[in-house]
């Protein structure tokens, strides 16, 4: 031992660290199996150019066997004195993680930096993380002090960086955080990767109550009252100075000052633990629990060992021992005791166990690997997530478009597709032999496609970033893996393989024994090892040395690429960082799907078959054939328009000619007559369905390639890549003019994929579920160029889009809520009856009724063979599944006697068609005198305005100011005109939603001195109103006190004028929004960076409707900005005006709400006033009835 005391700690570890190698499989990466290493700037490393003499290893065979023999001979030497117990696995070594088991990993980490980058312990955790396949990782003795201002980064931002979700707890002594600086000793961490995220209990789980550290918890809750609880605890270890800072004079200083008790603190750690455990194991619910402690005393014959497995107690097993049928030894590297130790209770299963040699983990403690079964922790295995494959086609990475064009031009070239399709065309005879030969064309081209893009890069897994440096240690590892085939027989062609050797600097390849081979590689492994650490800082010196030379050579093209390429990365790199500290929470693929049972109940479906056949009963059994409630697919009028409305009825109610049925429906009988006058406003056919080159390379040029789409494979990077190319821009182009012209949709298009996401993130209710509908990218862009583009410019041309409608160009929702109280303000200064009804119609888009639709879009000037092309889509369409479980086998589609309509959420075409059906609705509903009427009361300029529309949000709005009416008379119109909307929106295939719908009726009393309020209407019977219902039923809606304030178009308002909902919106969003920040230990650059460009987004929303009084709006962020400030590095006591105040002038730059509120209202009355628009009018009258009071 007097040898082993004049070693350093350090490096005996590190000879341990390097003995434990062996068990490390860290072979048959991809990159490092790949051929050639190419960059995004078009560079390959040859030999060994640009290396340093650090990271330099001579290639001659002398060199490398000198330099393995000084690293043996170092191991020997250093770790002499080591027990052999320490030096091996106890147990069997971990292989591949088997499915339904759940992983966990222990060990004392001996300390661990809070730092991302140039973090080698980090950098090693992950790597034995990704290795195992660990479910959670527990750690002692992280000796970070959390509280300290520059430990920035929380367990979960450390850990990050591979595909699964990250949850963690840790904890360390709160109670002396202020007075040390980042180190703390002591301190408990548990990181929990992927697989149990969902049984994950966050508010359950935590630290424990004292605040010192001693132990985190982390609680799995799974089905049948099934909970699991993972204790991971550090006793401290006895220390006698007083003054030191060891955890264990920590809890010592504690207990004495705060509680008075002089007990030794391991007692009161051993005491309080088992306490606790107890307490949950004997609770209500028996949680079954697992115990990882560094107990610094004999597992075996000491106290707190023997309390955890006491039959009459806890009765727990240490597992290792349990499981392998030996004892555990040392545990500490320079120990004799096992000091360290697993427990589980006796009802979860084990089904893998052992104990790493020192060395192998991180710390200078043996890492424990102890596997469950997971159905034993939650009753369950949850499923494995099915992820997809990145794509190859990626237009940004130079080259990669190029060479996609090339390969699939010389197909289409080869084969002939476009002169195949302009023979389908021409000489195809009937509608049918068309679709046919275009069918054949357009598998043909899908194939070609699919085959370019496989053959257009090679995907790399990115976990070693390009550099010269690093390409060639990963080449020559390629090398010597390829002599290693040789030897077994596997490759013949000997010159090949010396031709790649010499180009890597390697000399007489062939000569290499197998013991040297492996001896080389080992070499090569560890050098990619410190390329994963550090290979970012060689990736920006390589950008930085090919940018010199570009400048140098005059290349303006390549270094423009270049440059582009760093700046790509640096964004990347900071976004990443940024997204993960402060985005919010989003809902994730499904797993489980529930609905509700006729008696109250829940029912759950949890497998892959039961998930996907309860989401196509609910949504696309029932959703996509709610269009079959409208009067036009019902008796008569399904017979004279079926589904496209293609027939000559459809051509008579064109014309204006149709002889309505006398017992019809009066709201079909409205938009018939609508749609007439619109035709004749607008000329027949006047929406040009050809698709032209130049249309169609504007259309890709400004796309988004991130956008998903597509059940067939051919994403947007398709179409991107090949709109800079004239071959396959116009085969693209002259298939889908075919397709509208001769009014048919080619098979492809025919298929959609449904992704299927929670809408509130952990609500699995299938009401509540987002279903997102993935169609085929070319489908959608003709789509938008028809009907976003060409039918809408055609509604503007004639002046048809109404001034209701804010979702149009130019408007926004900010615009309808200003509107909105803009009413509210004229009202109170006339003092008239009016009322407003808020109303929202249920699923818009997926119950539109196709004849209806077809009518309307003919109407607005597209042909009847364009509108075939998109609605036979639908109509025939079969609904693939996307969940957590991947993608379904079996699809839903319709019934040959129904079909499926509607417009669906993820067609192209279903905004723009939801506007021309508003249009064709507002004209008809106020053609019968439906709205408010405004008149300025000096020049008597009227307007009307019906509603305020957003896309599905409608406020229907009723005053008349030309004639005074009674509250009764206000009442009775606005429910007129509520069912007048109601039959209009029946007659399309829609129908209203009660429980979202609501109306205030606002009049006015005055008592005996002339002073008004606002009338007590809502709890008045005579005025309560009622929705039509398409079974021909009324339903009465909420009627709200003119106080209660509401949010519609994301903005909080009452007819009263309270303020109150949106100072509450905004400092709920503010507090929020700083709660996230001070989790995500941000840079202080980053806070103000990020005050700019998130927060104020979301606060600046709807300020320039917010009429709350100056001194509320610049108070009402007081304490927020008062928390914001020390993560911002601004000293608390600052005077409150200098933080409000711009930075211009040397103030801190938090907003002032009051002054944006005021900057805004004058910036949309600059915009408004004057102009005919609607707002415009309305400020005007406001302004004219000012001057008249005064």
Same mark, same amino acid.
């Given at each position: 031992?007097?040898?082993?005391?004049?070693?350093?700690?350090?490096?005996?570890? @590190?000879?341990?660290?390097?003995?434990?190698?062996? &068990?490390?499989?860290?072979? %048959?990466?991809?990159?490092?199996?790949?051929?050639?290493?190419?960059?995004?700037?078009?560079?390959?490393?040859?030999?060994?150019?640009?290396?340093?003499?650090?990271?330099?290893?001579?290639?001659?065979?002398?060199?490398?066997?000198?330099?393995?023999?000084?690293?043996?001979?170092?191991?020997?030497?250093?770790?002499?004195?080591? !027990?052999?117990?320490?030096?091996?696995?106890?147990?069997?070594?971990?292989?591949?993680?088997?499915?339904?088991?759940?992983?966990?990993?222990?060990?004392?980490?001996?300390?661990?930096?809070?730092?991302?980058?140039?973090?080698?312990?980090?950098?090693?955790?992950?790597?034995?993380?990704?290795?195992?396949?660990?479910?959670?990782?527990?750690?002692?003795?992280? +000796?970070?002090?959390?509280?300290?201002?520059?430990?920035?980064?929380?367990?979960?931002?450390?850990?990050?960086?591979?595909?699964?979700?990250?949850?963690?707890?840790?904890?360390?002594?709160?109670?002396?955080?202020?007075?040390?600086?980042?180190?703390?000793?002591?301190?408990?961490?548990?990181?929990?990767?992927?697989?149990?995220?969902?049984?994950?209990?966050?508010?359950?789980?935590?630290?424990?109550?004292?605040?010192?550290?001693?132990?985190?918890?982390?609680?799995?809750?799974?089905?049948?009252?099934?909970?699991?609880?993972?204790?991971?605890?550090?006793?401290?270890?006895?220390?006698?100075?007083?003054?030191?800072?060891?955890?264990?004079?920590?809890?010592?200083?504690?207990?004495?000052?705060?509680?008075?008790?002089?007990?030794?603190?391991?007692?009161?750690?051993?005491?309080?633990?088992?306490?606790?455990?107890?307490?949950?194991?004997?609770?209500?619910?028996?949680?079954?629990?697992?115990?990882?402690?560094?107990?610094?005393?004999?597992?075996?014959?000491?106290?707190?060992?023997?309390?955890?497995?006491?039959?009459?107690?806890?009765?727990?097993?240490?597992?290792?021992?349990?499981?392998?049928?030996?004892?555990?030894?040392?545990?500490?590297?320079?120990?004799?005791?096992?000091?360290?130790?697993?427990?589980?209770?006796?009802?979860?299963?084990?089904?893998?166990?052992?104990?790493?040699?020192?060395?192998?983990?991180?710390?200078?403690?043996?890492?424990?690997?102890?596997?469950? =079964?997971?159905?034993?922790?939650?009753?369950?295995?949850?499923?494995?997530?099915?992820?997809?494959?990145?794509?190859?086609?990626?237009?940004?990475?130079?080259?990669?478009?190029?060479? &996609?064009?090339?390969?699939?031009?010389?197909?289409?070239?080869?084969?002939?597709?476009?002169?195949?399709?302009?023979?389908?065309?021409?000489?195809?005879?009937?509608?049918?032999?068309?679709?046919?030969?275009?069918?054949?064309?357009?598998?043909?081209?899908?194939?070609?496609?699919?085959?370019?893009?496989?053959?257009?890069?090679?995907?790399?897994?990115?976990?070693?970033?390009?550099?010269?440096?690093?390409?060639?240690?990963? =080449?020559?590892?390629?090398?010597?893996?390829?002599?290693?085939?040789?030897?077994?027989?596997?490759?013949?062609?000997?010159?090949?393989?010396?031709?790649?050797?010499?180009?890597?600097?390697?000399?007489?390849?062939?000569?290499?024994? +197998?013991?040297?081979?492996?001896?080389?590689?080992?070499?090569?492994?560890?050098?990619c090892k410190y390329f994963e650490r550090h290979g970012h800082r060689y990736r920006r010196k390589h950008l930085r040395d090919r940018l010199a030379v570009a400048r140098k050579n005059g290349n303006k093209v390549a270094e423009e690429k270049i440059r582009a390429i760093i700046q790509r990365e640096k964004e990347r790199s900071f976004w990443r960082r940024m997204n993960f500290a402060m985005s919010k929470r989003t809902g994730r693929s499904v797993t489980m799907v529930q609905r509700e049972t006729s008696d109250g109940g829940l029912e759950e479906a949890r497998t892959q078959e039961e998930v996907e056949h309860m989401v196509w009963d609910e949504i696309h059994g029932k959703r996509f054939y709610l269009a079959e409630q409208a009067p036009i697919c019902k008796g008569r009028l399904r017979g004279?328009?079926?589904?496209?409305?293609?027939?000559?009825?459809?051509?008579?109610?064109?014309?204006?000619?149709?002889?309505?049925?006398?017992?019809?429906?009066?709201?079909?009988?409205?938009?018939?007559?609508?749609?007439?006058?619109?035709?004749?406003?607008?000329?027949?056919?006047?929406? !040009?369905?050809?698709?032209?080159?130049?249309?169609?390379?504007?259309?890709?040029?400004?796309?988004?390639?991130?956008?998903? @789409?597509?059940?067939?494979?051919?994403?947007?990077?398709?179409?991107?890549?090949?709109?800079?190319?004239?071959?396959?821009?116009?085969?693209?182009?002259?298939?889908?003019?075919?397709?509208?012209?001769?009014?048919?949709?080619?098979?492809?298009?025919?298929?959609?994929?449904?992704?299927?996401?929670?809408?509130?993130?952990?609500?699995?209710?299938?009401?509540?579920?987002?279903?997102?509908?993935?169609?085929?990218?070319?489908?959608?862009?003709?789509?938008?160029?028809?009907?976003?583009?060409?039918?809408?410019?055609?509604?503007?041309?004639?002046?048809?889009?109404?001034?209701?409608?804010? @979702?149009?160009?130019?408007?926004?929702?900010?615009?309808?809520?200003?509107?909105?109280?803009?009413?509210?303000?004229?009202?109170?200064?006339?003092?008239?009856?009016? @009322?407003?009804?808020?109303?929202?119609?249920?699923?818009?888009?997926?119950?539109?009724?196709?004849?209806?639709?077809?009518?309307?879009?003919?109407?607005?000037?597209?042909?009847?063979?364009?509108?075939?092309?998109?609605?036979?889509?639908?109509?025939?369409?079969?609904?693939?599944?996307?969940?957590?479980?991947?993608?379904?086998?079996?699809?839903?589609?319709?019934?040959?006697?129904?079909?499926?309509?509607?417009?669906?959420?993820?067609?192209?075409?279903?905004?723009? %068609?939801?506007?021309?059906?508003?249009?064709?609705?507002?004209?008809?509903?106020?053609?019968?005198?439906?709205?408010?009427?405004?008149?300025?009361?000096?020049?008597?300029?009227?307007?009307?305005?019906?509603?305020?529309?957003?896309?599905?949000?409608?406020?229907?709005?009723?005053?008349?100011?030309?004639?005074?009416?009674?509250?009764?008379?206000?009442?009775?119109?606005?429910?007129?005109?509520?069912?007048?909307?109601?039959?209009?929106?029946?007659?399309?295939?829609?129908?209203?939603?009660?429980?979202?719908?609501?109306?205030?009726?606002?009049?006015?009393?005055?008592?005996?001195?002339?002073?008004?309020?606002?009338?007590?209407?809502?709890?008045?019977?005579?005025?309560?109103?009622?929705?039509?219902?398409?079974?021909?039923?009324?339903?009465?809606?909420?009627?709200?006190?003119?106080?209660?304030?509401?949010?519609?178009?994301?903005?909080?308002?009452?007819?009263?004028?309270?303020?109150?909902?949106?100072?509450?919106?905004?400092?709920?969003?503010?507090?929020?929004?700083?709660?996230?920040?001070?989790?995500?230990?941000?840079?202080?650059?980053?806070?103000?960076?990020?005050?700019?460009?998130?927060?104020?987004?979301?606060?600046?929303?709807?300020?320039?409707?917010?009429?709350?009084?100056?001194?509320?709006?610049?108070?009402?962020?007081?304490?927020?900005?008062?928390?914001?400030?020390?993560?911002?590095?601004?000293?608390?006591?600052?005077?409150?005006?200098?933080?409000?105040?711009?930075?211009?002038? &040397?103030?801190?730059?938090?907003?002032?709400?009051?002054?944006?509120?005021?900057?805004?209202?004058?910036?949309?009355?600059?915009?408004?006033?004057?102009?005919?628009?609607?707002?415009?009018?309305?400020?005007?009258?406001?302004?004219?009835?000012?001057?008249?009071?005064?």
């Open positions: 031992m007097g040898q082993m005391n004049r070693t350093k700690h350090g490096k005996v570890l @590190s000879a341990l660290e390097k003995r434990a190698l062996r &068990y490390k499989n860290r072979f %048959g990466r991809e990159e490092l199996r790949d051929g050639n290493e190419i960059d995004e700037t078009g560079t390959v490393a040859v030999a060994t150019e640009g290396l340093t003499d650090e990271d330099t290893v001579n290639s001659n065979n002398s060199g490398e066997e000198k330099c393995r023999a000084e690293i043996l001979q170092q191991e020997m030497l250093e770790a002499s004195g080591v !027990s052999d117990e320490v030096l091996k696995v106890h147990g069997v070594a971990p292989g591949s993680k088997p499915d339904g088991v759940f992983r966990l990993v222990y060990e004392n980490c001996n300390g661990l930096l809070n730092k991302i980058s140039d973090n080698d312990k980090l950098e090693k955790a992950k790597e034995i993380n990704d290795d195992l396949e660990v479910d959670v990782a527990c750690y002692n003795e992280h +000796r970070q002090n959390l509280m300290h201002k520059d430990n920035r980064n929380g367990f979960s931002q450390l850990f990050r960086g591979g595909e699964a979700e990250v949850r963690s707890v840790a904890a360390h002594n709160t109670h002396e955080g202020k007075e040390v600086g980042r180190v703390q000793e002591g301190g408990t961490a548990m990181v929990l990767f992927g697989q149990l995220i969902e049984q994950y209990d966050f508010e359950a789980s935590g630290r424990e109550d004292s605040g010192l550290g001693r132990w985190v918890v982390m609680v799995f809750r799974g089905e049948n009252g099934i909970t699991t609880r993972i204790v991971c605890g550090y006793n401290p270890c006895y220390n006698r100075k007083k003054q030191s800072k060891t955890s264990y004079q920590q809890a010592r200083r504690y207990y004495i000052t705060k509680e008075k008790d002089l007990t030794c603190p391991r007692k009161r750690f051993r005491d309080d633990l088992i306490t606790q455990l107890v307490q949950w194991r004997e609770g209500e619910e028996g949680d079954r629990l697992i115990v990882c402690l560094d107990a610094n005393e004999d597992i075996y014959s000491k106290e707190i060992g023997r309390r955890l497995t006491a039959a009459d107690g806890l009765g727990m097993n240490e597992v290792v021992g349990e499981y392998t049928g030996s004892r555990l030894g040392a545990t500490y590297f320079r120990g004799t005791k096992p000091i360290d130790g697993v427990w589980a209770t006796n009802d979860l299963q084990v089904v893998g166990a052992c104990v790493m040699p020192a060395g192998y983990g991180i710390g200078d403690h043996r890492l424990f690997v102890v596997d469950f =079964r997971i159905d034993s922790m939650v009753g369950v295995t949850p499923p494995k997530i099915v992820r997809l494959a990145a794509r190859r086609l990626n237009t940004k990475i130079p080259h990669v478009a190029e060479k &996609y064009q090339a390969t699939l031009e010389a197909k289409m070239v080869e084969h002939k597709l476009n002169s195949r399709l302009i023979d389908a065309e021409r000489n195809g005879g009937s509608v049918e032999e068309i679709r046919k030969k275009v069918n054949g064309v357009d598998k043909d081209s899908k194939q070609y496609m699919i085959h370019a893009e496989s053959k257009c890069r090679k995907i790399k897994s990115g976990r070693i970033p390009f550099s010269p440096e690093a390409s060639v240690w990963i =080449r020559r590892r390629q090398v010597y893996e390829s002599l290693l085939r040789r030897l077994d027989g596997k490759i013949r062609n000997r010159s090949n393989l010396r031709r790649s050797a010499q180009r890597c600097g390697i000399s007489n390849p062939l000569k290499l024994s +197998r013991r040297e081979i492996h001896q080389r590689i080992e070499i090569c492994e560890e050098k004279d328009f079926g589904y496209m409305a293609n027939t000559t009825a459809a051509k008579e109610v064109l014309a204006g000619e149709y002889d309505f049925p006398v017992d019809g429906h009066q709201g079909t009988k409205d938009i018939f007559d609508e749609v007439a006058r619109i035709r004749s406003i607008i000329p027949k056919n006047s929406v !040009s369905t050809d698709l032209r080159r130049p249309a169609w390379k504007d259309k890709w040029r400004g796309s988004s390639e991130k956008t998903s @789409s597509s059940l067939s494979g051919l994403h947007f990077g398709h179409y991107i890549a090949g709109a800079s190319s004239e071959v396959i821009s116009h085969h693209h182009a002259l298939k889908a003019t075919i397709c509208l012209k001769r009014g048919f949709s080619i098979d492809r298009w025919k298929g959609g994929m449904t992704c299927i996401l929670e809408k509130l993130p952990g609500c699995c209710l299938v009401t509540k579920l987002r279903a997102i509908l993935l169609m085929e990218a070319d489908y959608n862009a003709k789509n938008k160029i028809i009907y976003g583009v060409r039918m809408m410019d055609n509604a503007r041309l004639h002046k048809l889009m109404q001034e209701e409608i804010y @979702s149009e160009q130019g408007r926004t929702a900010e615009d309808g809520a200003l509107a909105k109280i803009l009413f509210y303000d004229l009202v109170r200064q006339t003092r008239w009856p009016a @009322s407003i009804a808020s109303i929202d119609a249920a699923n818009c888009y997926d119950s539109i009724a196709h004849a209806i639709a077809s009518l309307i879009f003919q109407a607005f000037g597209v042909p009847v063979e364009g509108v075939q092309a998109m609605l036979e889509a639908i109509q025939d369409m079969k609904y693939f599944l996307r969940t957590a479980y991947g993608d379904s086998k079996g699809c839903a589609q319709s019934k040959i006697e129904i079909k499926y309509q509607g417009l669906c959420q993820g067609n192209g075409a279903a905004p723009a %068609g939801w506007a021309v059906i508003s249009i064709t609705v507002l004209r008809a509903h106020k053609r019968k005198g439906h709205g408010a009427t405004f008149m300025c009361p000096i020049s008597k300029v009227r307007s009307t305005l019906a509603a305020i529309l957003f896309v599905d949000d409608c406020d229907m709005l009723h005053i008349n100011m030309v004639e005074e009416e009674s509250v009764l008379e206000t009442f009775v119109n606005m429910q007129a005109s509520v069912k007048n909307w109601g039959e209009l929106l029946i007659a399309t295939g829609g129908a209203y939603k009660p429980p979202k719908c609501f109306y205030h009726l606002i009049s006015f009393v005055w008592d005996r001195n002339g002073n008004w309020d606002y009338d007590q209407n809502h709890g008045k019977e005579e005025y309560q109103l009622s929705v039509p219902m398409p079974d021909g039923s009324m339903e009465e809606i909420d009627h709200l006190p003119v106080t209660e304030s509401r949010e519609t178009l994301g903005v909080w308002s009452s007819p009263a004028g309270s303020t109150e909902g949106a100072m509450t919106r905004i400092t709920s969003k503010a507090r929020e929004w700083v709660a996230r920040a001070k989790e995500g230990k941000l840079r202080r650059r980053d806070v103000w960076f990020l005050m700019d460009c998130q927060l104020w987004l979301r606060l600046n929303y709807g300020l320039c409707c917010n009429t709350a009084p100056f001194e509320q709006l610049e108070n009402c962020l007081r304490k927020e900005y008062c928390d914001i400030l020390p993560i911002g590095g601004v000293i608390r006591s600052s005077p409150a005006p200098i933080r409000q105040m711009h930075k211009g002038f &040397y103030g801190v730059g938090c907003p002032h709400l009051g002054i944006e509120c005021l900057i805004g209202q004058v910036s949309k009355l600059l915009m408004h006033y004057g102009c005919g628009s609607n707002v415009g009018i309305k400020s005007k009258i406001s302004y004219r009835r000012l001057l008249l009071e005064l």
